[in-house]
């Protein structure tokens, strides 16, 4: 079974707007960590958000959230007032096992394109 | 602070031949952990060096080996190129004992193999 499932190959949002970019998750170990990276054309991974498992609230960077429903294991990205400069590939990624490890399972992706 | 520095960023090479790429971590990291990106395989775990020890390895053949350096700075060799080893490479380091072990990765090593 996959690890993470991105969903959305591709979105579209309307510059200003905001946009929700879906993550679901697989794991029976209780402790893990949800990241959120984007990557632009360039390939540098630019990470965004992090979210523990045992962590009670969602996590905030500035314009990006993190929607936590552990329950269904989903961690849905929030970006809040898309900017032309959001346009990039944007990946889920999880680890399992506490902050020992440094494996990271990705998903494969959502392309968001902003549209001016 | 400088991020993390990956070199070189562009590389050709034939089947069969070696080939190593470097990685220096962010100053005062001590994890480094190397990925591998394709467009059929997407982003896959390859090793992770700790201490210069590798302390977790991905599912790849014995063609991928790594090594760290006593300042952290990271070397990952693939020899007997194959057509199939034609990626994105990407390192990341980590200051351990963060709360969120967050990752910081460089720009990669893209490598295209003839």
């Known amino acids: 079974a996959q690890k993470i499932t991105q969903t959305q190959p591709g979105m579209f949002v309307q510059e200003k707007e905001a946009v929700t970019l879906d993550c679901t998750y697989d794991?029976?170990?209780?402790?893990?960590?949800l990241f959120w990276y984007k990557q632009p054309s360039s390939g540098e991974m630019i990470f965004l958000i992090y979210?523990?498992?045992?962590?009670?609230q969602n996590a905030t960077e500035g314009r990006y959230s993190l929607n936590f429903q552990k329950a269904r294991k989903s961690a849905n990205l929030v970006i809040s007032a898309s900017q032309l400069g959001d346009s990039a590939m944007y990946f889920c990624?999880?680890?399992?096992?506490?902050?020992?490890?440094?494996?990271?399972?990705f998903g494969t992706g959502t392309r968001l394109t902003v549209i001016p | 602070k400088a991020g993390v520095t990956q070199t070189p960023r562009y590389l050709i090479k034939t089947r069969g031949q070696q080939v190593t790429l470097s990685c220096s971590p962010i100053?005062?990291?001590?994890?480094v952990s190397w990925y591998q990106q394709t467009p059929g395989q997407g982003l896959q775990f390859l090793f992770e060096?700790?201490?210069?020890?590798?302390?977790n390895k991905g599912n790849f053949p014995g063609r991928f080996s790594g090594r760290q350096f006593s300042n952290s700075r990271s070397e990952m060799n693939v020899s007997t190129l194959e057509l199939g080893d034609s990626a994105l490479y990407l390192c990341?380091?980590?200051?351990?004992?963060?709360?969120?072990?967050?990752?910081?990765f460089g720009e990669g090593s893209r490598l295209t193999v003839l």
């Open positions: 990341a380091s980590s200051l351990l004992g963060q709360s969120t072990g967050e990752l910081f």
């Open positions: 794991t029976s170990d209780p402790s893990y960590g």
């Open positions: 979210q523990g498992s045992y962590d009670q």
């Open positions: 990624a999880m680890r399992e096992g506490g902050t020992g490890a440094n494996n990271l399972f």
């Open positions: 100053s005062g990291h001590r994890s």
């Open positions: 060096y700790f201490s210069e020890t590798q302390r």
